[in-house]
């Protein structure tokens, strides 16, 4: 990685900390602040920027959640100067009601109470105080979180992460080309799997399960299998260059997009399989990948930052 690619992994993971309005102007501001220290760090020291300086002087900087902290309006749960008050209340509390309840429960009597109080007893204790955990667990797991900052302040540093890395690495490219490809031979040719599993002598029923009706063959899916295959080659050029080139990363989401619109044809268009079993498991199945596809595309584009100036306003 170069410094300008330092840089930026730096400054999208400082803007990824912070409320998506927010993120471009910010981004634009302080892409142009860090550049403009790099390139007096590098002035001063007598020598070209380069990504070792541009770490240094990133680490120097600060963690990217402690940047965003600098941008973003402060939300305090309690104010530190009620720290103690709030945690000797909590603690004489808790052991005030614990006491009190564990003898009014030994005092009563044993024989059964009335129905409705019986009820109210029942969703008292069984929903609202068991549900006060959640908050709970929360202002525990952030108060030790910042204990622990604070007690052991030498965090792992920060390392930048190059924006056309392979998430996984290749090997998990490599499962995914597999994957489609054996995919696509089960989807082309499903009673194949029969004749594999059972040698050609699987009764006929079985057979007709994994049957495709003619519409289905004649109409969505010939187009469905040829966008599936188009994967194959968008991956290996990924794994032969060993990263994910800008224009590629475009042409995987416009693939998924026009995939997801194939799928959707296919559950408006009629029924897959003859067997109105085997089509009501494929369509739930293809609407949940559907979904998933629109999930993925969504947090892709959520997590998307791109430094300009007087971005939104």
């Known amino acids: 990685m170069n410094a300008n690619e330092v840089v930026e992994s ?3 993971d400082v803007a990824l900390q912070l409320p998506r309005r927010q993120r471009n102007d910010v981004a ?8 403009e220290e790099l390139q007096a760090r590098a002035e001063a020291h007598g020598r070209p920027v380069d990504a070792t300086m541009a770490i240094e002087f990133l680490t120097a900087f600060g963690r990217p959640v402690d940047v965003a902290a600098r941008y973003r309006p402060q939300l305090t749960i309690i104010d530190p100067s009620d720290g103690h008050a709030f945690w000797r209340a909590t603690v004489i509390g808790l052991i005030l009601i614990w006491s009190l309840s564990l003898l009014q429960h030994l005092a009563a009597p044993m024989a059964s109470g009335w129905d409705l109080l019986g009820v109210l007893s ?3 204790g069984g929903t609202v105080i068991p549900s ?5 667990l929360l202002v525990a797991s952030f108060g030790t979180s910042a204990w622990v900052r604070r007690r052991w302040p030498h965090a792992p540093a920060w390392q930048p992460r190059a924006r056309d890395r392979i998430s996984g690495g290749r090997a998990a490219l490599v499962a995914t080309v597999l994957g489609i490809v054996c995919g696509l031979g089960l989807l082309i040719d499903p009673r194949g799997l029969l004749d594999l599993l059972f040698a050609g002598r699987a009764a006929p029923a079985a057979y007709e399960v994994l049957t495709y009706t003619d519409r289905f063959r004649q109409g969505p899916g010939p187009w469905l299998y040829a966008l599936l295959a188009m994967n194959i080659p968008l991956y290996l050029t990924v794994i032969v260059m060993r990263r994910w080139p800008p224009v590629l990363r475009r042409a ?3 693939l998924g997009l026009l995939t997801g619109a194939a799928m959707t044809w ?4 009629g029924p897959i399989f003859i067997s109105p079993v085997s089509d009501r498991v494929a369509k739930i199945l293809m609407a949940l990948i559907i979904v998933m596809m629109l999930v993925n595309q969504g947090v892709a584009l959520y997590r998307r930052v791109r430094p300009s100036p007087n971005q939104g306003s």
């Open 266 to 269: 296919v559950l408006l268009d």
């Open 28 to 35: 634009f501001e302080l892409s142009a602040l860090l550049h």
């Open 10 to 12: 730096y400054i999208t």
């Open 122 to 124: 029942h969703w008292w």
């Open 132 to 136: 006060l955990w959640w908050p709970g």
């Open 252 to 254: 995987e989401t416009a």
